[in-house]
């Protein structure tokens, strides 16, 4: 009787072994699964809290980065504007006051020639300011 009684404790020994493993197993393949235990869910929802906001904070900030580019190349192309309009009549001036000198002197054809190639420069400048 006592050989039958070492047996069958011998044997509920190995059946709570085998269903020991059993668990560990069917806990291995429900992590290889995805499912995770409460407290792990509530670390990883804090952390995707956390790097929402961070998220939120970048998208914020690239917005207003945006927004001042923009004005500052709206700003940037008023100013072009400005400087090529004075360019453009500063070229004009000079044109006409060479004009109105070589009218009034003998050598005009060697002055009114060297004036036009100054006028055609300045302009041909701000042509090439106005293609980039």
Same mark, same amino acid.
């Given at each position: 009787m ?6 069958v404790?011998?044997q509920? +020994?190995m $059946?709570?072994? #085998?269903?020991f493993?059993?668990? =560990?197993?069917?806990? @291995?393949v429900?992590? %290889? ?12 929802n ?5 790097l929402? +906001?961070? $998220?939120d904070g #970048?998208n914020a900030?690239?917005a =207003?980065?945006?927004? @001042?580019?923009?004005? %500052? ?16 009549t ?7 006051r060479?004009?109105w ?13 060297a004036?036009?190639?100054q ?12 293609v980039?």
């Amino acid at each position: 009787m006592l050989h039958i009684w070492l047996q069958v404790v011998t044997q509920q +020994e190995m $059946l709570y072994n #085998v269903d020991f493993r059993l668990q =560990m197993m069917e806990r @291995q393949v429900a992590r %290889a699964a995805g499912t995770r235990s409460d407290e792990e869910t509530k670390q990883m929802n804090a952390k995707i809290t956390k790097l929402t +906001e961070v $998220l939120d904070g #970048v998208n914020a900030e690239h917005a =207003m980065l945006t927004s @001042q580019v923009k004005k %500052a190349e709206e700003d940037l192309s008023e100013s072009c504007d400005l400087v090529l309009t004075h360019t453009h009549t500063h070229a004009h001036r000079v044109y006409d006051r060479c004009t109105w000198q070589c009218s009034t002197r003998r050598f005009c054809s060697l002055l009114n020639h060297a004036c036009l190639e100054q006028a055609l420069l300045l302009c041909t400048s701000v042509r090439l300011t106005q293609v980039h």
